[in-house]
C-alpha cells in the first residue's frame, strides 16, 4: 500500500516568516494530495489539495506544489500568523483511500 | 463544504462493554470511511463502509471488534465491541463528497475513554 513520509516532525517559526513541510510517497498511482490542518481537540480541516495534473496551487497564503517524477509535494505558508499554530498532515490517495503522514506540529512565536 | 456529523462526541465507558457512533452526512456522497487518532497520532484508516454491504476492514482491525452499518448513502454507525482501556482513542467518520472534486472531508470525532 501507499506509504506517506512528512517532514519536519515539528516547526517553530517566528511569526511573519514562511513555513514549508515537505512529504513523499510510494505509490506513483496516487493521484491526488490533501493537506489537512487539525487544532487540538477539533476534527482535521482540508485547507488545499493538488491533483497529479498540476503542479502547483495556491491559496491566499497557501501554496503546494508536487512533483511527481520525485514523488514529492510540500505545503508552503507565507507571511505566518498564531492562527496557523497547528498540526498539519498530508495524505496521497491512489483509487479511494487516504494514506497519511504522521504529521508537522506548527508553532508560530509572536 | 459538506457538514458531517457524529454521536456521540465523547464517552466514558467500562471495560466490556460496546459503544455504538453514529455519522450522519447531509450531502451527496459516495465513499464513507471510519478512522482512529491515537493522542498525538496521525489517523489510521479503520475501515471504508459500503452500503448495503459488509464493510472493507484495513490490517489489524476486524468485523467483530469494530462492526460497521452503511444503511444508505449518508448514514454510517461503527460499534467499538468488547471494549478495553487500549480502545480508548478518538473516533472519526469521513467522507468523500460527490460533486465537489470527490473531496474527502472528516467529521468532528468521538472521543472515547474506557476505564
Known amino acids: 500500500g501507499e506509504n506517506v513520509e512528512q517532514h519536519p516532525s515539528t516547526l517553530s517559526v517566528q511569526e511573519g516568516d514562511s513555513a514549508v513541510i515537505k512529504c513523499t510517497y510510494s505509490?506513483?498511482?496516487?493521484?491526488?494530495f490533501p493537506w489537512y490542518k487539525q487544532e487540538l481537540g477539533k476534527r482535521p480541516q482540508l485547507i488545499i489539495d493538488?491533483?497529479?495534473?498540476?503542479g502547483e496551487k495556491k491559496d491566499q497564503r497557501i501554496a503546494v506544489t508536487l512533483n511527481k517524477t520525485a514523488k514529492h509535494f510540500s505545503l508552503h505558508i507565507t507571511e505566518t500568523q498564531p492562527e496557523d499554530s497547528a498540526v498539519y498532515f498530508c495524505?496521497?490517495?491512489?483509487?479511494?483511500?487516504?494514506?497519511f503522514g504522521a504529521g508537522t506540529t506548527v508553532t508560530v512565536r509572536a | 463544504s459538506a457538514v458531517i456529523s457524529q454521536k456521540p462526541s465523547r464517552d466514558i465507558c467500562q471495560r466490556g462493554t460496546s459503544l455504538t457512533i453514529q455519522c450522519q452526512v447531509d450531502?451527496?456522497?459516495?465513499?464513507m470511511f471510519w478512522y482512529r487518532q491515537q493522542p498525538g497520532q496521525s489517523l489510521t484508516l479503520i475501515a471504508t463502509?459500503?452500503?448495503?454491504?459488509?464493510?472493507?476492514?484495513e490490517s489489524g482491525f476486524v468485523i467483530d471488534k469494530f462492526p460497521i452499518s452503511r444503511p444508505n448513502l449518508t448514514f454510517s454507525t461503527l460499534t467499538v465491541s468488547n471494549m478495553s482501556p487500549e480502545d480508548s482513542s478518538i473516533y472519526l467518520c469521513?467522507?468523500?463528497?460527490?460533486?465537489?472534486?470527490?473531496?474527502?472531508?472528516f467529521g468532528p470525532g468521538t472521543r472515547l475513554t474506557v476505564l
Open positions: 469521513s467522507a468523500i463528497m460527490t460533486g465537489e472534486g470527490y473531496t474527502q472531508y
Open positions: 505509490d506513483s498511482a496516487s493521484n491526488y
Open positions: 493538488i491533483r497529479s495534473n498540476v
Open positions: 495524505a496521497a490517495r491512489d483509487a479511494w483511500e487516504l494514506s
Open positions: 450531502s451527496q456522497v459516495t465513499m
Open positions: 463502509a459500503n452500503q448495503g454491504s459488509e464493510a472493507t476492514y
